[in-house]
Nanobody
Framework: LQLVESGGGLVQPGGSLRPSCAAS????????IGWFRQAPGKEREGVSC????????NYTDSVKGRFTVSRDNAKNTVYLQMNGLDPEDTADYYC??????????????WGRGTQVTISS
């Protein structure tokens, strides 16, 4: 399974972005997809996870109410709608995948990431 992230960028505080994660090489229907992020000098952090059928979705506390994860299995793509962005959200964002319904700290596949910068 190959994963390619896109849709990062530079926005002002309070703005929005919608990174996407396109999967190829295999049917992503069987994979839980997680979004992780890593800011400079900080540890990798799990942001959100969505199960194959979108029946299980979770978020880290700091993004609840601001971020929404969704997936379109017909397009093999997962989206992360990010609203109310804060400079603390600045990081490289990665999508990662593993077979099954749950994300884990260690996933099986990952992309190269997309950079998100929140700055005025």
């Amino acid at each position: 399974l190959q994963l390619v992230e896109s849709g990062g960028g530079l926005v002002q505080p309070g703005g929005s972005l919608r990174p996407s994660c396109a999967a190829s090489g295999n049917n992503a229907d069987y994979y839980a997809i997680g979004w992780f992020r890593q800011a400079p000098g900080k540890e990798r952090e799990g942001v959100s996870c969505i199960s194959p059928g979108s029946t299980r979705i979770n978020y880290t506390d700091s993004v609840k109410g601001r971020f929404t994860v969704s997936r379109d299995n017909a397009k093999n793509t997962v989206y992360l709608q990010m609203n109310g962005l804060d400079p603390e959200d600045t990081a490289d964002y990665y999508c990662e995948a593993r077979v099954g319904a749950y994300c884990r700290e260690k996933m099986t596949y990952w992309g190269r990431g997309t950079q998100v910068t929140i700055s005025s």
